[in-house]
């Protein structure tokens, strides 16, 4: 059974960093696509960012390109969102999610097996 968890999430300041871990277990990260959401109170779930496990083909939304950057450690079934420059708008839910490889890229993956979520609160 695939359990995602992630973790890494707290309070910062406006223009701080956080380090966000999502380790997989019940499966092998080498070809799946792997995905960010986030979520706030009574929204849907935004995609954020994702990458291919395999090449490491990566996306980013555009509110995050260049503040946020996604990598990946297949030996060690984790990914890793490590989120510079935050911003008050930046506080959600953030969770993991895994998806089947498709052409499209991963952000068109119908991402399936989802972890629970960590908090991310930026506030001064």
């Known amino acids: 059974q695939v359990q995602l968890v992630e973790s890494g999430g707290g309070l910062v300041q406006p223009g701080g960093s956080l380090r966000l871990s999502c380790a997989a277990s019940?499966?092998?990260?080498?070809?799946?696509?792997i995905g960010w959401f986030r979520q706030v109170p009574g929204q849907d779930h935004e995609g954020i960012a994702c990458?291919?496990?395999?090449?490491?083909?990566?996306w980013y939304r555009d509110s995050v390109e260049g503040r946020f950057t996604i990598s990946r450690d297949n030996a060690k079934n984790t990914v890793i969102l490590q989120m510079d420059s935050l911003k008050p708008e930046d506080t959600a839910l953030y969770s993991c999610?895994?998806?089947?490889?498709?052409?499209?890229?991963?952000?068109?993956?119908?991402?399936?097996?989802w972890g629970k979520g960590t908090q991310v609160t930026v506030s001064s």
């Open positions: 019940g499966l092998t990260f080498g070809d799946y696509e």
């Open positions: 999610a895994i998806g089947p490889i498709v052409t499209a890229g991963c952000e068109t993956s119908p991402y399936a097996s």
């Open positions: 990458i291919r496990s395999s090449d490491g083909t990566s």
